[in-house]
């Protein structure tokens, strides 16, 4: 019985040995990001190595997405395994987990089985809680020409896709960074230009609740902002539109600066606002387009 038992040890250890030294992993790789490039023209995705895992799934390292040929996001390493029990039913679900921007991502992804002519799953639902990401690691949401962000991202996001509809819902805790302009923002605002001017403005904390619907239309629910030199809050909607400076705003929110910010706006500034009432912030609404918005008190 021990002899037999120690063939079997020697059987298993030989096997796992082979498996991930023999593991196809060019393969492998290259059947995944076909499958996910198919699914979706826009995204590109490179993966310089996959290997097998323990426990039983695979390890993505050096994961590389991009959007419209523009860097999006990357992970050090990403691992997928399947919840073997739901592989045999309609609906395959996968746990995930990787390190990126400093951070961890975890989460799980549902899916629906299709038929053989579909591409991709008939539906897929992704839940994805997000900790210590450092945004400043994250190109997606830079624009080096006009801004850049920087602070810790904690919070959770979830992408539904029913076809031919997709649906993100995020909510999002930025803390302890700030927003560095590289040009001023708003310059024909007025007070808004006057705050989002050239330089830096930290922030302590913004909570926002957001849903994007088929890539277009993005519903800010509610955003909280406490920064170092105001603080605020916004909600409404923003139509995403080719060229970017056709996309649309439709906003409201309030304005409350604080004592030190009055006194950089100078006295014309603090006069308004003490005229306006700030006790709870000022009310205001932003509309017209990214190139040309429009900026309001209530």
Request: glycine share 8%.
């Amino acid at each position: 019985m021990k002899k037999i038992l120690l063939y079997a040890i020697y059987v298993m250890a030989v096997s796992a040995f082979c498996l991930y030294w023999l593991f196809p992993s060019d393969a492998v790789r290259k059947y995944i990001t076909a499958k996910i490039n198919d699914a979706n023209p826009d995204v590109k995705v490179a993966i310089a190595q996959i290997k097998p895992n323990f426990p039983p799934g695979l390890k993505l390292n050096q994961v590389n997405l991009s959007h419209k040929e523009s860097p999006a996001i990357s992970a050090d390493w990403v691992k997928i395994m399947p919840k073997f029990l739901t592989l045999f039913g309609s609906y395959p679900t996968y746990a995930f987990k990787g390190n990126t921007c400093d951070g961890m991502v975890e989460g799980q992804a549902v899916m629906a089985k299709s038929d053989e002519k579909e591409s991709g799953p008939a539906e897929l639902r992704i839940d994805a809680d997000l900790s210590a990401i450092q945004m400043a690691d994250i190109p997606a949401i830079q624009d080096p020409a006009k801004y850049k962000l920087a602070g810790t991202l904690d919070g959770n996001v979830t992408y539904i896709r029913k076809k031919p509809d997709k649906t993100i819902h995020a909510k999002l805790t930025a803390s302890n960074g700030h927003i560095e302009m590289s040009a001023p923002l708003f310059s024909n605002m007025g007070i808004l230009g006057s705050v989002f001017k050239k330089g830096k403005l930290p922030f302590k904390r913004i909570d926002a609740d957001v849903e994007i619907i088929k890539q277009k239309n993005i519903q800010i629910k509610e955003c909280n902002i406490e920064g170092n030199q105001l603080a605020g809050k916004i909600s409404g909607t923003v139509v995403l539109n080719t060229p970017r400076d056709r996309s649309r705003l439709n906003l409201e929110g309030t304005i409350k600066p604080h004592p030190a910010l009055l006194e950089k706006l100078g006295a014309a500034a603090s006069l308004l606002f003490k005229r306006k009432g700030a006790g709870d912030g000022i009310p205001f609404r932003i509309k017209g387009t990214f190139k040309q918005p429009s900026f309001s008190l209530k």
